[in-house]
């Protein structure tokens, strides 16, 4: 059984990247199945700390940004909106180039909350960070938590 509100388009997924940090960070959904979203990033200048490995905060953007996107298709959006809450990650080894790839799964899907296992590997499939996105599900015309 999927948990898609209805089949994702990852086309239009991808267009919705422009002029965004997504965009900068060359951010690609590539897959979908009934239980998980995929996208990968590009590791080169753009997401390097000083010293040429994959920056940790570049691998939470990624990580942010396919958990929240999930979210988003799991959701009513002509009711509700949903905004990260709390996002954690372990990095597990260092990157120097290539792609990585995150794979975001569903842990919680409540009605006010949401919360995604997002994994990150290297092109050799090895694990690189491991991540977890904690996203309020809020009723449009209200605030977000802590806004």
């Given at each position: 059984m999927s948990v898609w509100r209805s089949p994702?388009?990852?086309?239009?997924?991808?267009?919705?990247?422009?002029?965004?940090?997504?965009?900068?960070?060359?951010?690609?959904f590539e897959a979908v199945d009934d239980q998980s979203l995929t996208a990968s990033m590009a590791?080169?200048?753009?997401?390097?700390?000083?010293?040429?490995?994959?920056?940790?905060?570049?691998?939470?953007?990624?990580?942010?940004?396919?958990?929240?996107?999930?979210?988003y298709l799991v959701i009513d959006t002509e009711r509700f909106f949903c905004v990260g809450i709390e996002v954690n990650a372990n990095h597990l080894r260092g990157v120097r180039s290539g792609r990585v790839t995150a794979v975001a799964h569903p842990v919680h899907i409540g009605r006010t909350t949401h919360v995604w296992d997002i994994r990150l590997t290297?092109?050799?499939?090895?694990?690189c960070c491991i991540s977890r996105l904690t996203v309020a599900v809020v009723p449009h015309g209200e605030q977000p938590p802590g806004r």
């Open positions: 994702p388009d990852l086309d239009a997924l991808n267009a919705k990247q422009k002029n965004t940090i997504g965009e900068v960070l060359d951010i690609r590791v080169d200048e753009r997401t390097h700390q000083p010293y040429g490995l994959l920056h940790g905060g570049a691998s939470v953007v990624l990580a942010e940004t396919v958990g929240s996107t999930a979210s290297t092109e050799d499939g090895k694990a």
